[in-house]
């Protein structure tokens, strides 16, 4: 599992081993590793996982990650950028795309083929509501997620028929401290003097979904029970209740006018 270090990743790595699988939780950051080693040493669970230092973006990480031999692959590694799209330094929207995208599906790759060779295996892609949906002034994120929907459908096509699987699990806003980061890295770049789209804007809409965060357990528990069946939806999105705002959402698209905003966005 990419993205292990903290949040939904860090909770399902942790949730798998405890119901007994055998779990390689790759870590961005040394520090991460040092400081879920020493939380490990709680848990009578703790022989079930190894963590290893994994930042998808670094080849020699990615080069001694590959060495596994691993039956289900979740790929959680990702980062956003806030900020108008219309705005904002392109360069930010790259290194989203970069890591989302390129670099996710670069990692997946060898893993893939090993599945393949076999005829057997797993690959779970956690998206995002936002690869279903867009959210103000977090085009970005949006547009990185959109991208890899696309690419994972795709690979569902692809490898469906070489016995491996392909899913997608897509949270909603889950109060993990991801969400609030992601929010307010726009500060980094933006001032009022030099941008027409103010701050004040920002934080208006940033509170929408801000104040309206869900308790990351359930979407854990959604993953640690989805992550090792052998057969479920491709797509799964949590919580269950927005599945209808997404279907809503993407219809409303088909009647919009180009000079309209969306009323969901009003």
């Not at 939904?8 to 870590?27: D, E, M, P, R």
């Not at 795709?154 to 699990?169: G, M, Q």
């Not at 528990?221 to 989805?226: A, G, I, S």
Request: glycine share 6%; charged share 25%; aromatic share 10%.
């Amino acid at each position: 599992m990419t993205g292990a270090g903290s949040g939904l990743g860090k909770g399902a790595a942790l949730g798998l081993a405890k119901a007994g699988h055998t779990v390689i939780a790759g870590v961005h950051k040394w520090e991460q590793k040092s400081r879920f080693l020493e939380e490990l040493k709680d848990y009578e669970y703790s022989d079930n996982i190894e963590i290893i230092k994994l930042d998808i973006l670094d080849v020699m990480d990615c080069i001694n990650a590959w060495e596994y031999d691993i039956d289900i692959l979740v790929s959680n590694a990702g980062i956003g950028q806030s900020g108008p799209v219309s705005e904002m330094p392109v360069g930010l929207i790259r290194e989203v795309m970069e890591t989302n995208v390129f670099s996710a599906l670069e990692f997946a790759q060898p893993f893939i083929k090993q599945m393949v060779d076999r005829k057997a295996g797993k690959v779970v892609f956690v998206s995002s509501l936002a690869g279903l949906t867009t959210s103000p002034y977090l085009g970005a994120y949006n547009a990185s997620k959109y991208a890899l929907e696309a690419i994972v459908q795709s690979l569902r096509d692809e490898l469906v028929p070489h016995n491996v699987s392909v899913a997608t699990i897509n949270p909603g806003p889950y109060k993990t401290g991801f969400n609030d980061r992601m929010y307010e890295s726009f500060s980094q770049w933006h001032n009022d003097d030099q941008y027409f789209t103010k701050r004040k804007e920002i934080i208006k809409a940033s509170k929408g979904l801000l104040d309206n965060q869900f308790d990351p357990k359930e979407m854990i528990d959604v993953m640690v029970d989805l992550i090792p069946k052998d057969t479920h939806d491709f797509r799964n999105i949590s919580p269950k209740a927005l599945v209808d705002k997404c279907k809503t959402y993407e219809s409303t698209q088909y009647e919009l006018k180009c000079n309209d905003k969306d009323p969901s966005k009003k």
